[in-house]
């Protein structure tokens, strides 16, 4: 073999190397993201249960066989009262048993609301993981037969350097979620209905609002704005100023310290959450001085940050990368690749000591997260999205109709 000949194989060598290697990374990652997709498919599921047991449990029939035996208890005691204060005694305790029985049923049907909500948040989510599993399963496909075509043809060649075993790619099974409604949730206002006293009079129980319930009318132009001259507070919650957050608790709670404490451990969970979230979603503001970073524009900057995610290269939230794993080269090319982008045309590769400082100078943009997937911050659009987080705070939940407004206003 001469020269020539030996540099073409050597040169087909390497890029069956290469293609190879990409092969199996391709692999372990459809592997992975298949893994993430059942992972969200059972908890989906138990989720599905969850809503079923606390559909299972609001006995409307049971309701009204309370209701019924209530009254007959008040019309014995009206019977065999002999005087005003008897009466007036009797109707008090009927009174009460039947607040009891409504503010049970309405506590059942917000828990079913809050619960089949999350099962939404979490349908959605392994609708996208597992997008993602296919996603990643087709691109393992397509880099086996470019590796398999390249050892080919280094054989076509009279190759006879010994190469790397082709990467095995046993086909991903996913679960792709069907979009059928995880259970039939009876509509909240015949639900309202149905546990209400039917009888009017001076004794009936007055309607309230569910827990978490807008007043009407709930359909408003309240939205957050980022381009308000004054920020409102949402806005300044997301962009973590301290006094936004101690002003909140202070309207919130007024002059009593304890209350005023909780409404601040409650707001800082929110804004945490929230800012969880956003990093996850790679929704980051990215500086204007890192040369691999002014590659590329914003919106694949943030894809390519979701590809390291996927080959668990985490940001942390302080400028690092979480567990300390950092990124080679090769993993950052296959993030680009997972991007949709070339490899070849990045220009700039960071050095392995530059790699470790990747994400310093990066900022996570909450406010621009909320303000484009909860842009109306009602208690649906923000269940789906903050996911499981959103049960951590079924408190500040149930005072959401007060707190809501709030949040828009500029002073």
Known sequence: MDDASAGTADGRSRLVEIRCGFAEMARAEAAAAAARADDAKRAHDEQAEIVAQAQAEADVAGAHSAKDEAHRAFRVAVGAARARGQVEAAATAWLDQINAINSAGRAGQAKIRLESDVADALRFEWTRLSDMAEASAAMAESAMKACLAAREALEADGGDVEMPPSPSAPPVQIATPAWTPVADIPPERAVAAAVSEPSAGPLATPEVPLPGEESQPSADSLVVDLRSPEPQVIVRLMRREGRAITALATRLA??????????????????DSVVASAMDDACVDFPGDNQFWAQFEPVQAREVIRGLAALGFRYDGFEGFADGRVPTQRDLSMAVGNAGLLPARVHYWPKTDEAEGLFRGIRVSADTFIAM?????TLGELLRVLGRRAEQLSDLWNEWPLVRPLLFETS
Not at 262 to 269: A, V
């Open 254 to 271: 007024g002059s009593d310290p304890t209350t005023r404490s909780r409404w601040g451990l409650l707001i800082s969970s929110f804004v």
């Open 373 to 377: 997937r909860a842009p109306a911050l």
